[in-house]
């Protein structure tokens, strides 16, 4: 057994094992720096990733504001137009009430005149005879 320990390093067989295990840590070597190199470029990725939503967050913030902004000045436009609207319709009715109310009170002077005059009509006529109204037309037209 010595023989084949003895020929195996006469042969070389620590310089074929040294080769293999050089060979064997280059290969892990660049395995190693491939990894480094993959770990860099993921912290890269999540950087870049945490940097873009921390942008949309901002983003998001900003849009909502701008949102209940807007959200507020329609609000404030509604209840404005809301009570012009209002004043315009009780300014209406204001009117309306105004105009019926002339109507109702002209219709009432109207009967009222009607009235009085048939009124003073048959007051006329059962106070005044022929005889009268001869000498109230001759009055009246020697006042012309």
């Known amino acids: 057994m010595i023989m084949v320990f003895a020929i195996a390093l006469w042969k070389g067989v ?3 094992i040294a080769g293999i295990l050089d060979n064997r840590i280059a290969g892990i070597r660049k395995q190693l720096d491939e990894a480094k190199a993959l770990r860099a ?10 940097k873009k939503t921390a942008d949309a967050e901002k983003d998001i913030a900003a849009l909502r504001a701008g949102a209940e902004k807007q959200a507020a000045e329609i609000v404030e436009k509604a209840k404005a137009d809301a009570t012009a609207l209002i004043e315009r319709h009780k300014s209406l009715a ?20 009607s009235a009085a005059a048939e009124a003073a009509r048959k007051l006329i006529a059962a106070k005044h005879g022929e005889k009268e109204d001869s000498k109230l037309a001759d009055e009246i037209i020697s006042n012309i």
């Open 14 to 16: 620590p310089g074929i």
């Open 94 to 113: 204001e009117e309306k009430i105004a105009t019926a109310e002339r109507s109702a009170v002209e219709e009432l002077r109207a009967k009222v005149a």
């Open 41 to 50: 470029e993921a912290e890269a990725l999540r950087d870049s990733y945490a």
